[in-house]
């Protein structure tokens, strides 16, 4: 059985991974996008998931946009939802590589969920993890009968 002492180191660092992950990743696609070429693109589609276990569908959107060289190209979200993040012909902010105009990105909310999740849900995991390896004397004498 593990002890308070274990518990909160264990509760800091999965809450400091899970910080550190959301702040990556938000550092990642903010680098990407400051190196990349800015467009817009248009929703012209949507590919559908099922999940067999749960029973249900979730949908990817597909947007179009144009290079610098006048090629247009078609990607697929990687994430998906129901109901559906855009609606089909909605516009949207694209960033594309300069290097591998196939390479891109678009301004999703999804992102920032994702972001926000990991950083401030592991911050705060972090939080609890160190109240408790800083005060768990004072916890158990408190809740001692």
Same mark, same amino acid.
């Given at each position: 059985?593990?002890? =308070?002492?274990? %518990?909160?180191?264990?509760?800091?660092?999965?809450?400091? !991974?899970?910080? #550190?992950?959301?702040?990556? *990743?938000?550092?990642?696609? $903010? !680098? %990407?996008?400051?190196?990349?070429? $800015?467009?817009?693109?248009?929703?012209?589609?949507? $590919? $559908?998931?099922? @999940?067999?276990?749960?029973?249900?569908?979730?949908?990817? *959107? =597909?947007?179009?946009?144009?290079?610098?060289?006048?090629?247009?190209?078609?990607? +697929?979200? +990687?994430?998906?939802? @129901?109901?559906?993040?855009?609606? *089909?012909?909605? =516009?949207?902010? !694209?960033?594309?590589?300069?290097?591998? %105009?196939? =390479?891109?990105?678009?301004?999703? *909310?999804?992102?920032?969920?994702?972001?926000?999740?990991?950083? #401030?849900?592991?911050?705060? #995991? %972090?939080?609890?993890?160190?109240?408790?390896?800083?005060?768990?004397?004072? #916890?158990?004498?408190?809740?001692? !009968?």
């Amino acid at each position: 059985m593990i002890d =308070k002492k274990g %518990f909160a180191i264990l509760t800091m660092i999965f809450g400091a !991974v899970w910080c #550190i992950g959301g702040i990556g *990743i938000f550092i990642k696609d $903010e !680098v %990407f996008k400051l190196n990349a070429i $800015e467009t817009t693109a248009i929703v012209v589609g949507y $590919e $559908e998931h099922y @999940n067999k276990e749960h029973n249900s569908k979730s949908y990817s *959107i =597909k947007y179009s946009y144009f290079d610098e060289n006048k090629k247009q190209h078609v990607k +697929t979200a +990687t994430g998906s939802s @129901n109901p559906p993040e855009y609606k *089909i012909g909605s =516009k949207i902010k !694209v960033f594309y590589a300069k290097t591998d %105009f196939d =390479k891109a990105i678009y301004d999703s *909310i999804h992102s920032l969920l994702l972001y926000s999740l990991f950083g #401030i849900g592991g911050f705060i #995991i %972090f939080i609890i993890g160190f109240i408790v390896y800083k005060y768990r004397k004072d #916890i158990e004498t408190a809740f001692s !009968v």
